[in-house]
């Protein structure tokens, strides 16, 4: 079980502080949001961010969803930049050119994601297992942090499962709280994109830390 702070709702002009408090709660791996304000109307950070984060904290995974159609430019530059894993998401590009670029992140020995909108049917994911180490499961319109869970997800996650396994990682990102992880766990969920949940009370590590028992308590009720 592993809980991924979406930085995209830390205070950026503190953003060492809220990640070095996250690492000190246990946290490893953070979840970083490239939106380029066409695939999604938001815009967020660039690779330099990524570099920047990796040099400072080079043991936390920086794991790279990319939300943008120009794959192209900005694949090799995220790879450059020193991330770990990038999931890239299936309704931007077409299926050669997303078979393209996971070749290239296994390539360059960088993990490899395949994100799906809310709407995307589960099934998308078939073709592409043998080169996933995990799949995303948005649990919100991508493009802005604070979005409710949409209350059908449970059972996509559950459909995603039964297609990919049991080893690959299945992640899900946005509106998780202490009530939705346990939806997502119980469906098949193993990984959770966290945001506005840990950073608007004030306290990353309480957060962190209720969640964590949350997950604990779950696994030995069921």
């Known amino acids: 079980m592993i809980i991924a702070p979406s930085i995209l709702n830390a205070d950026n002009l503190n953003l060492e502080t809220d990640i070095k408090e996250a690492i000190a709660a246990g946290i490893n791996r953070f979840h970083i949001d490239i939106m380029d304000g066409h695939f999604v109307p938001n815009l ?35 790879v450059n930049a ?19 670029w996971l070749d290239y992140l296994i390539s360059n020995g960088v993990n490899t ?27 919100v319109y991508p493009g802005f942090g604070g979005q409710e869970f949409i209350a059908n997800s449970a059972q996509k996650i559950k459909e995603v499962r039964e297609l990919v396994g049991p080893d690959i990682d299945i992640e899900v990102d946005g509106g998780i ?15 959770f994109v966290v945001g506005s949940y840990l ?21 030995h009720m069921h």
């Open 113 to 139: 994601g395949l994100a799906l909108n809310p709407d995307t049917p589960s099934d998308v994911v078939t073709k592409y297992v043998s080169k996933l180490n995990q799949v995303l499961v948005m649990t």
């Open 199 to 219: 950073y608007t009370a004030g306290n990353i590590a309480n957060q962190v830390h209720k969640l964590e028992d949350i997950l604990k308590w779950w696994k």
């Open 44 to 78: 967020s950070f660039g690779p330099q961010l990524v570099e920047d984060f990796k040099r400072e904290f080079p043991m936390t995974d920086a794991e790279i969803h990319l939300m943008s159609d120009s794959p192209d430019d900005l694949v090799p530059a995220f």
């Open 177 to 191: 709280n202490n009530q939705t992880i346990k939806i997502a766990k119980d469906a098949g969920a193993n990984e």
């Open 82 to 100: 020193g991330a770990d894993l990038i999931e890239l998401h299936y309704e931007a590009m077409d299926e050669d050119k997303l078979d393209y």
